[in-house]
């Protein structure tokens, strides 16, 4: 189809369904709250019902609790459960007790890696309360109102349905007998004796029967056959000013109030061109909130797969009522709390409580029972090209050249959907790709990869494979009638792959078979777009929400989930392919908690201008804070054309990102870094370059991430967690723990205000390495090839100074390690290196070395794997010492089995810079230096 053609085919879908293409976002499309039938409901704050414990209730086991909850107008009590967990965290769980129909759980598995571990619970009932003693802190139940507290060192840290906002939309049951239900398969439980039997009052959600049945948003019907089914509660951080996370918003770093404004909204949602500053729905959601103060960091992961609002509110608490739990006494008037209130659509109550104390802590936590970021491979970490679209496969030749011949590194060449044949996937144009394996083979001789899209709708062409196989199988959703759900997208007419089916999910993998995804080679990856799911003439570009899955669940009830079920099946195809020997890339749009074990993310389809560019900060860093480490957003914006300025400003941010590719829409001028003026190309290739050059820091932190579920991408009070300026900065962050940078996001700026955050660090400038003290703002002067960035005293980072045509061409080249003295004159810091592609890193097959310089004379070398057996020629090319006052006079290398040798050096007085050179030891030695 030529673009002319395509052009027009895309004019007449739009007219057809009324979509807005290539232009900002039309909030007609989206709902509101008010346009929501839950969320009204749920938000009606003013004099709320309380919930009462039901003393008979109670059931006391080792680890957890249960107990019903009742209250006036309610057709049945509640079930709550309590379970103390392993790591200071605390599940709680409210369902229905004897429910007409089974409500949606995601299951254990999907999100959750397994059941969280219990941990004892030391259990004291009194008169109006329970009290429930865990190893680090308290669970606090009171009984009428009923309401939990969660105590840590004796200070409430967490208040539950304190505002008694619980609202639960109980499944509508005709005839109520014997409430105490075989669903439960408690024969002798006392909730027997607690439950009203034969009872049938007024629901008080039924007093307000505002869209409890059908709901229309424009012209689509939502049939609702389940009825209202919502369930909201509300929780107070106590103690708290700030609170982070719960993306995808293109909005602040610290959530805003919406007392007066709309919730913030998790649906994920195809929405293009997004608005700033506001808290509509996007691509991805992450229920995890993080509260932070100077003494302790908490989190609350709301786990609900279905559409969900959270409404912030900054306010203080009664005095009184919190010194009574926290020992705070009566003149501390002014003790802060964030009220937050949580409402989905469908499901279940089910939240995780974390209580640090660290945020360190927090992360471990929470990544315990979703997971990490597995370690991915070098190449992703590099830099890549992409537009929609590359043309054909001389288009390809010539961009791979291009980067050759400017001496930029790339490691991964994209092509987006008009590679196909008409959007099939897993097919190539015959005419633009005539030999594709070829192609494939051309760009892997530099070490280089390529990624194509493969997007989980399927064109409705019976001779389609890929379809009529899915057809066949019944393996497609269906819509509320049973008959196969049709939409439009991409390929026009489409159908949807049933992700939830693990037969699906198994039949999506094989498709990533050399023999069945013809023309394809190991060097190519994946991407996954539209994973919301997008559906063009759909309810706010998404699918209806009755359509139905797997085991007859609504789409309503998964549909945060469903893009993490393309994910994982497209990772998987990855497994199958390589025999589990190579690790995957996959790069989706739409994610849930727990996607991050599947690779990366990035933020959409943003805009070529500042503010895009400025936000992109902090949707970066909300990203990483729940541990979606491996994300970025399109470089340069992928609407639009942005001028040069702010193109090679982009790169400069992006740079510092950790998944870093350009993008841009087919309709915009090419912007490929040698189209630029010789400064501005000059800028950019600098920007790659830097990144090529820290390209093993990047690949530690990412190791290290693994391990720990922190986030990469740092907001400056991760690191420095009692100082409260750094709590609201979202204009620069840290990378790792060792650089921290200040992306220029404004035009024609001449300088940059800089915050150098504590108050015993000191901080050198990574261009003309100046010492600076920490704790004080700097007026940083820039200009067109700089941004304010600078390294923190006391670390040492491994770099590679001879950057190649990409990351993986010359595997065992030299490292160097560029050292930073702290105030004391002490550093230290890591190497990790492997393979870079294969997973025997995770059978102990990789190098992890610890360096450490001590009072700037004694450096060392020390294994951190001892059992490891991996082997390389890389050895230490040169010692970089920034930060000694001195010029030393010598510097003996000391090996075991080996003489001691003199090795050369030389100082700079004017940049306090000592370089060491060619120590020349294999980089898996242990070694001492002796600096004197």
């Known amino acids: 189809m030529t673009q002319a053609a395509y052009h027009g085919w895309i004019f007449v879908l739009c007219l057809a369904f009324n979509i807005r293409v290539f232009e900002t976002v039309d909030r007609n499309n989206f709902k509101t709250c008010q346009q929501s039938g839950f969320c009204k409901r749920q938000r009606k704050w003013e004099m709320p019902t309380k919930f009462n414990v039901l003393d008979d209730s109670i059931e006391i086991q080792p680890t957890f609790v249960r107990f019903l909850v009742s209250k006036e107008k309610v057709r049945q009590p509640l079930v709550v459960e309590l379970f103390g967990l392993v790591n200071n965290s605390v599940r709680l769980k409210v369902k229905e007790l004897n429910p007409e129909k089974p409500r949606y759980e995601i299951p254990v598995g999907d999100v959750l890696l397994k059941e969280p571990e219990q941990q004892r619970l030391d259990a004291q009932k009194e008169a109006e309360r329970l009290v429930l003693k865990m190893e680090t802190g308290t669970i606090v139940v009171t009984f009428v109102p009923f309401t939990i507290d969660i105590l840590s060192d004796e200070r409430r840290i967490f208040s539950i349905n304190s505002l008694g906002c619980m609202k639960y939309e109980q499944t509508r049951i005709k005839k109520a007998k014997g409430v105490v239900g075989s669903i439960l398969s408690w024969a002798t439980s006392p909730f027997r004796s607690a439950a009203t039997e034969n009872s049938e009052p007024l629901d008080e959600e039924e007093e307000d029967e505002t869209d409890a049945g059908e709901e229309m948003f424009h012209t689509h019907k939502d049939s609702k056959p389940n009825g209202p089914t919502s369930v909201g509660l509300d929780i107070t951080f106590a103690g708290y000013k700030h609170v982070y996370g719960i993306p995808e918003h293109a909005d602040t770093l610290v959530l805003k109030s919406t007392h007066d404004t709309e919730p913030y909204r998790l649906y994920n949602l195809d929405v293009f061109e997004y608005e700033l500053y506001n808290p509509m729905a996007l691509y991805g959601s992450v229920p995890l909130m993080i509260g932070h103060n100077t003494q302790q960091t908490i989190g609350l992961l709301w786990l609900n797969a279905a559409e969900t609002w959270i409404d912030v509110d900054y306010s203080t608490s009664d005095a009184g009522s919190v010194a009574r739990l926290s020992g705070l006494t009566e003149e501390n008037s002014e003790f802060p709390v964030v009220n937050t209130h949580w409402f989905s659509e469908s499901g279940i109550i089910d939240a995780f409580f974390f209580m640090g104390p660290t945020s360190s802590d927090v992360f471990l936590q929470y990544s315990s029972l979703t997971g990490t970021t597995p370690l991915p491979p070098l190449f992703s970490l590099g830099y890549h090209q992409s537009r929609w679209n590359y043309i054909d496969e001389e288009d390809i030749a010539n961009l791979d050249h291009e980067f050759d011949e400017h001496n930029i590194p790339v490691d991964v060449l994209w092509l987006d959907i008009e590679h196909t044949d008409g959007k099939r996937y897993f097919t190539w144009d015959s005419h633009k790709f005539r030999h594709p394996e070829e192609m494939l083979q051309n760009v892997s001789r530099k070490a280089r990869k390529m990624v194509t899209s493969v997007d989980p709708h399927l064109k409705r062409d019976k001779q389609y494979s890929v379809y009529s196989e899915a057809q066949s199988l019944g393996y497609l959703i269906v819509d509320r009638d049973g008959n196969e759900y049709e939409g439009w997208c991409w390929p026009g007419s489409s159908s949807w792959l049933d992700f939830t089916n693990p037969a699906v999910e198994k039949f999506w993998a094989e498709k990533f078979q050399f023999t069945q995804y013809k023309g394809s080679t190991k060097d190519l990856f ?325 360096f450490r310089l001590h009072k700037g004379s004694h450096f060392t070398s020390r294994n951190l794997n001892p059992s490891g057996s991996f082997k390389t020629s890389a050895w230490i090319e040169r010692i970089y010492i920034l930060g000694l006052q001195t010029h030393p006079t010598s510097v003996i290398l000391s090996v075991a089995g080996s003489d001691s040798v003199r090795l050369d050096s030389s100082f700079s007085h004017e940049d306090k810079l000592f370089i060491i050179r060619k120590p020349g030891v294999n980089i898996a030695t242990d070694f001492d230096m002796v600096i004197e």
């Open 526 to 850: 994946t991407w996954n777009d539209m994973n919301e799911p997008s559906v063009f003439n759909g309810p706010e570009i998404t699918m209806h929400k009755d359509a139905k899955h797997f085991n007859g669940w609504e789409h309503r009830d998964l549909h945060n989930v469903f893009g993490l079920y393309v994910h994982r099946a497209s990772v998987n195809g990855q497994l199958l392919r390589s025999d589990n020997c190579c690790r995957p890339f996959v790069l989706a749009r739409s994610f849930f908690a727990g996607s991050q074990r599947y690779g990366a993310v990035w933020t959409g389809d943003n805009a070529a201008d500042w503010g895009h560019l400025k936000i992109s900060l902090s949707m970066m860093m909300s990203l990483n804070l729940v541990g979606m480490t491996f994300s970025g957003a399109d470089i340069g914006g992928f609407f639009k054309n942005p001028d040069e300025e702010l193109l090679t400003r982009w790169y400069q941010a992006g740079a510092f990102q950790p998944f870093f590719r350009a993008h841009a829409h087919l309709d915009t001028r090419r912007r490929e870094p040698w189209l630029q003026s010789a400064v501005h190309l000059a800028a950019i290739r600098e920007a790659i370059v830097i990144r090529y050059r820290l390209l093993l820091y990047w690949y530690l932190l990412f190791f290290k991430a693994e391990r720990s579920g922190g986030p990469i991408m740092k907001p400056l009070w991760v690191e420095f967690p009692s100082d409260s300026e750094t709590f609201t900065i979202e204009d620069e962050h840290m990378v790792g723990s060792a650089l921290l940078v200040h992306p220029v996001t404004e035009p024609k700026a001449s300088n940059v205000s800089v915050f150098l955050p504590g108050s015993d660090e000191v901080w050198y400038d990574f261009n003309s390495f100046q010492l600076y003290s920490g704790n004080q703002t700097l007026n940083v002067p820039v200009n067109l090839l700089k941004i304010p960035l600078f390294y923190r005293g006391g670390f040492i980072l491994p770099l590679r100074e001879r950057v190649r045509r990409s990351s993986t061409i010359a595997p065992d080249d030299p490292v160097s390690l560029f050292v930073t003295l702290s105030r004391e004159g002490n550093s230290k810091g890591e190497l990790f290196f492997d393979d870079f592609h294969s997973f025997a890193y995770q059978k102990g097959h990789y190098i992890h070395r610890e």
